[in-house]
T-cell receptor, first 119, second 118 residues
Framework: AQKITQTQPGMFVQEKEAVTLDCTYD???????LFWYKQPSSGEMIFLIY??????QNATEGRYSLNFQKARKSANLVISASQLGDSAMYFC????????????????FGSGTQLTVLP | EAGVAQSPRYKIIEKRQSVAFWCNPI?????LYWYQQILGQGPKLLIQ????????DSQLPKDRFSAERLKGVDSTLKIQPAKLEDSAVYLC????????????????FGQGTRLTVV
Protein backbone atom coordinates (compact mmCIF):
# COMPACT_ATOMS: atom_id res chain seq x y z
CA ALA A 1 0.00 0.00 0.00
CA GLN A 2 1.16 3.50 -0.80
CA LYS A 3 2.38 5.23 2.31
CA ILE A 4 2.68 8.66 0.71
CA THR A 5 0.30 9.87 -1.99
CA GLN A 6 0.74 12.99 -4.06
CA THR A 7 -2.19 13.25 -6.45
CA GLN A 8 -1.03 16.27 -8.46
CA PRO A 9 1.56 15.26 -11.08
CA GLY A 10 1.84 18.89 -12.21
CA MET A 11 0.79 22.31 -10.97
CA PHE A 12 1.00 25.80 -12.43
CA VAL A 13 0.99 29.03 -10.45
CA GLN A 14 1.37 32.67 -11.36
CA GLU A 15 4.39 34.45 -9.94
CA LYS A 16 3.67 36.11 -6.54
CA GLU A 17 0.61 33.97 -5.92
CA ALA A 18 0.28 31.21 -3.32
CA VAL A 19 0.06 27.52 -4.19
CA THR A 20 -0.83 24.39 -2.22
CA LEU A 21 0.74 21.01 -2.98
CA ASP A 22 -1.20 18.06 -1.64
CA CYS A 23 0.14 15.12 0.33
CA THR A 24 -1.69 12.35 2.16
CA TYR A 25 -0.02 9.61 4.13
CA ASP A 26 -0.81 6.27 5.68
CA UNK A 27 0.69 4.92 8.90
CA UNK A 28 -0.40 3.17 12.06
CA UNK A 29 2.67 4.36 13.96
CA UNK A 30 1.77 7.19 16.39
CA UNK A 31 5.28 8.61 16.05
CA UNK A 32 6.24 9.89 12.64
CA UNK A 33 7.67 12.86 10.82
CA LEU A 34 6.63 14.43 7.57
CA PHE A 35 9.10 16.18 5.30
CA TRP A 36 8.94 18.20 2.12
CA TYR A 37 11.85 18.29 -0.29
CA LYS A 38 12.42 20.35 -3.42
CA GLN A 39 14.29 18.85 -6.37
CA PRO A 40 15.33 21.33 -9.05
CA SER A 41 16.48 20.17 -12.45
CA SER A 42 20.04 19.94 -11.09
CA GLY A 43 18.90 16.85 -9.20
CA GLU A 44 19.77 17.60 -5.58
CA MET A 45 17.05 17.07 -2.96
CA ILE A 46 16.70 20.20 -0.85
CA PHE A 47 14.99 19.96 2.53
CA LEU A 48 12.23 22.53 2.97
CA ILE A 49 10.14 21.85 6.06
CA TYR A 50 9.37 19.27 8.73
CA UNK A 51 6.27 18.43 10.78
CA UNK A 52 6.26 15.96 13.66
CA UNK A 53 3.21 13.90 14.54
CA UNK A 54 3.14 15.31 18.06
CA UNK A 55 3.60 18.92 17.02
CA UNK A 56 0.61 21.01 18.02
CA GLN A 57 1.22 23.83 15.58
CA ASN A 58 1.71 23.80 11.84
CA ALA A 59 5.32 24.18 10.78
CA THR A 60 6.48 27.31 8.98
CA GLU A 61 9.81 28.14 7.32
CA GLY A 62 9.89 31.47 5.56
CA ARG A 63 7.55 31.29 2.56
CA TYR A 64 6.82 27.61 3.24
CA SER A 65 4.14 26.40 5.61
CA LEU A 66 2.72 22.97 6.23
CA ASN A 67 -1.03 22.52 6.60
CA PHE A 68 -1.07 19.49 8.89
CA GLN A 69 -4.45 17.79 9.38
CA LYS A 70 -3.69 14.73 11.47
CA ALA A 71 -7.19 13.25 11.47
CA ARG A 72 -7.30 13.41 7.68
CA LYS A 73 -3.67 12.24 7.43
CA SER A 74 -2.75 15.10 5.18
CA ALA A 75 0.31 17.35 5.17
CA ASN A 76 -0.07 19.88 2.40
CA LEU A 77 2.74 22.28 1.53
CA VAL A 78 1.79 25.91 1.03
CA ILE A 79 4.20 28.19 -0.82
CA SER A 80 3.33 31.85 -0.50
CA ALA A 81 4.41 34.57 -2.94
CA SER A 82 5.72 32.13 -5.55
CA GLN A 83 8.94 32.97 -7.32
CA LEU A 84 10.30 31.76 -10.66
CA GLY A 85 13.02 29.90 -8.77
CA ASP A 86 10.36 27.79 -7.07
CA SER A 87 9.82 25.87 -10.31
CA ALA A 88 10.92 22.34 -9.43
CA MET A 89 9.74 18.89 -8.42
CA TYR A 90 8.38 18.72 -4.87
CA PHE A 91 8.36 15.53 -2.83
CA CYS A 92 6.50 14.71 0.35
CA UNK A 93 8.18 12.09 2.54
CA UNK A 94 7.53 10.33 5.83
CA UNK A 95 9.68 8.66 8.42
CA UNK A 96 8.05 6.41 11.03
CA UNK A 97 9.22 5.89 14.60
CA UNK A 98 12.59 4.55 15.58
CA UNK A 99 14.03 1.45 14.05
CA UNK A 100 15.84 -1.33 15.88
CA UNK A 101 19.03 -0.33 17.68
CA UNK A 102 17.78 3.25 17.79
CA UNK A 103 18.51 3.92 14.15
CA UNK A 104 16.47 6.32 12.08
CA UNK A 105 14.12 4.57 9.71
CA UNK A 106 14.07 5.26 6.01
CA UNK A 107 12.36 8.21 4.42
CA UNK A 108 9.50 7.01 2.22
CA PHE A 109 8.74 9.35 -0.67
CA GLY A 110 5.68 10.14 -2.72
CA SER A 111 5.75 10.35 -6.51
CA GLY A 112 6.17 14.11 -6.53
CA THR A 113 4.49 17.20 -7.97
CA GLN A 114 6.11 19.23 -10.74
CA LEU A 115 5.51 22.90 -9.97
CA THR A 116 5.88 25.50 -12.69
CA VAL A 117 5.80 29.18 -11.78
CA LEU A 118 4.64 31.40 -14.63
CA PRO A 119 5.94 34.95 -15.07
CA GLU B 1 29.83 22.71 6.21
CA ALA B 2 30.50 20.48 3.22
CA GLY B 3 27.50 18.62 1.87
CA VAL B 4 27.13 15.03 0.69
CA ALA B 5 29.56 14.38 -2.15
CA GLN B 6 28.84 11.89 -4.92
CA SER B 7 30.77 10.82 -7.97
CA PRO B 8 30.56 10.46 -10.86
CA ARG B 9 27.71 12.83 -11.79
CA TYR B 10 26.93 10.97 -14.98
CA LYS B 11 27.69 7.49 -16.26
CA ILE B 12 26.72 5.69 -19.46
CA ILE B 13 27.38 1.96 -19.73
CA GLU B 14 26.23 -0.94 -21.83
CA LYS B 15 24.00 -3.61 -20.37
CA ARG B 16 25.84 -6.42 -18.63
CA GLN B 17 28.72 -4.11 -17.74
CA SER B 18 29.51 -3.21 -14.15
CA VAL B 19 29.52 0.24 -12.55
CA ALA B 20 30.34 1.72 -9.15
CA PHE B 21 29.21 4.89 -7.43
CA TRP B 22 30.93 6.64 -4.57
CA CYS B 23 29.48 8.70 -1.73
CA ASN B 24 31.11 10.76 1.00
CA PRO B 25 28.55 11.78 3.64
CA ILE B 26 28.57 14.84 5.83
CA UNK B 27 31.20 14.55 8.52
CA UNK B 28 29.82 13.00 11.68
CA UNK B 29 26.70 11.57 10.09
CA UNK B 30 26.29 8.00 11.25
CA UNK B 31 23.42 7.08 8.95
CA LEU B 32 23.92 6.74 5.19
CA TYR B 33 21.27 5.90 2.60
CA TRP B 34 21.36 4.93 -1.05
CA TYR B 35 18.19 5.71 -3.00
CA GLN B 36 17.27 4.87 -6.58
CA GLN B 37 15.14 7.42 -8.42
CA ILE B 38 13.68 6.30 -11.73
CA LEU B 39 12.58 9.11 -14.03
CA GLY B 40 9.18 10.48 -13.01
CA GLN B 41 9.12 8.67 -9.67
CA GLY B 42 10.04 9.40 -6.10
CA PRO B 43 13.27 8.02 -4.62
CA LYS B 44 13.17 4.43 -3.41
CA LEU B 45 15.49 3.20 -0.67
CA LEU B 46 18.03 0.60 -1.72
CA ILE B 47 20.10 0.30 1.44
CA GLN B 48 20.61 2.05 4.77
CA UNK B 49 23.78 1.93 6.88
CA UNK B 50 24.23 2.86 10.51
CA UNK B 51 27.97 3.45 10.85
CA UNK B 52 29.37 0.50 8.89
CA UNK B 53 26.50 -1.90 9.58
CA UNK B 54 23.51 -2.53 7.33
CA UNK B 55 20.19 -1.49 8.87
CA UNK B 56 17.86 -2.09 5.93
CA ASP B 57 18.62 -3.68 2.57
CA SER B 58 15.24 -5.29 1.99
CA GLN B 59 14.75 -3.53 -1.36
CA LEU B 60 18.26 -4.05 -2.69
CA PRO B 61 18.38 -6.49 -5.66
CA LYS B 62 21.16 -8.51 -4.13
CA ASP B 63 21.77 -10.64 -7.20
CA ARG B 64 23.26 -7.62 -8.95
CA PHE B 65 23.59 -4.77 -6.46
CA SER B 66 26.06 -4.55 -3.61
CA ALA B 67 27.08 -1.79 -1.25
CA GLU B 68 29.62 -1.28 1.47
CA ARG B 69 30.57 1.41 3.91
CA LEU B 70 34.13 0.98 4.97
CA LYS B 71 35.07 2.41 8.37
CA GLY B 72 31.63 3.95 8.70
CA VAL B 73 32.40 6.91 6.43
CA ASP B 74 32.53 6.64 2.61
CA SER B 75 30.30 4.23 0.77
CA THR B 76 30.27 2.57 -2.63
CA LEU B 77 27.31 1.12 -4.49
CA LYS B 78 28.02 -1.38 -7.25
CA ILE B 79 25.87 -2.86 -9.99
CA GLN B 80 27.08 -6.00 -11.74
CA PRO B 81 25.82 -6.81 -14.31
CA ALA B 82 23.71 -3.77 -15.21
CA LYS B 83 20.32 -4.05 -16.86
CA LEU B 84 18.42 -1.51 -18.92
CA GLU B 85 15.94 -0.99 -16.07
CA ASP B 86 18.77 0.17 -13.80
CA SER B 87 18.81 3.48 -15.66
CA ALA B 88 18.05 5.99 -12.92
CA VAL B 89 19.53 8.61 -10.64
CA TYR B 90 21.28 7.13 -7.62
CA LEU B 91 21.06 9.41 -4.62
CA CYS B 92 23.15 9.20 -1.51
CA UNK B 93 21.92 10.81 1.69
CA UNK B 94 23.16 11.05 5.25
CA UNK B 95 21.77 11.99 8.62
CA UNK B 96 22.84 12.20 12.23
CA UNK B 97 22.14 9.24 14.47
CA UNK B 98 18.93 10.13 16.27
CA UNK B 99 19.17 10.69 19.99
CA UNK B 100 15.54 10.40 20.84
CA UNK B 101 12.88 11.44 18.36
CA UNK B 102 14.36 9.57 15.46
CA UNK B 103 11.54 10.32 13.13
CA UNK B 104 12.49 14.00 13.05
CA UNK B 105 16.00 13.43 11.79
CA UNK B 106 16.50 15.30 8.56
CA UNK B 107 18.38 13.63 5.70
CA UNK B 108 20.79 15.60 3.51
CA PHE B 109 21.17 14.52 -0.10
CA GLY B 110 23.96 14.63 -2.62
CA GLN B 111 23.44 15.70 -6.22
CA GLY B 112 23.15 12.12 -7.38
CA THR B 113 24.67 10.03 -10.14
CA ARG B 114 22.66 9.75 -13.32
CA LEU B 115 23.15 6.28 -14.78
CA THR B 116 22.14 5.41 -18.33
CA VAL B 117 22.31 1.78 -19.38
CA VAL B 118 22.19 1.26 -23.16
Amino acid sequence: AQKITQTQPGMFVQEKEAVTLDCTYDTSDPSYGLFWYKQPSSGEMIFLIYQGSYDQQNATEGRYSLNFQKARKSANLVISASQLGDSAMYFCAMREGLGSSGSARQLTFGSGTQLTVLP
Amino acid sequence: EAGVAQSPRYKIIEKRQSVAFWCNPISGHATLYWYQQILGQGPKLLIQFQNNGVVDDSQLPKDRFSAERLKGVDSTLKIQPAKLEDSAVYLCASSLKPRDRGWSTEAFFGQGTRLTVV
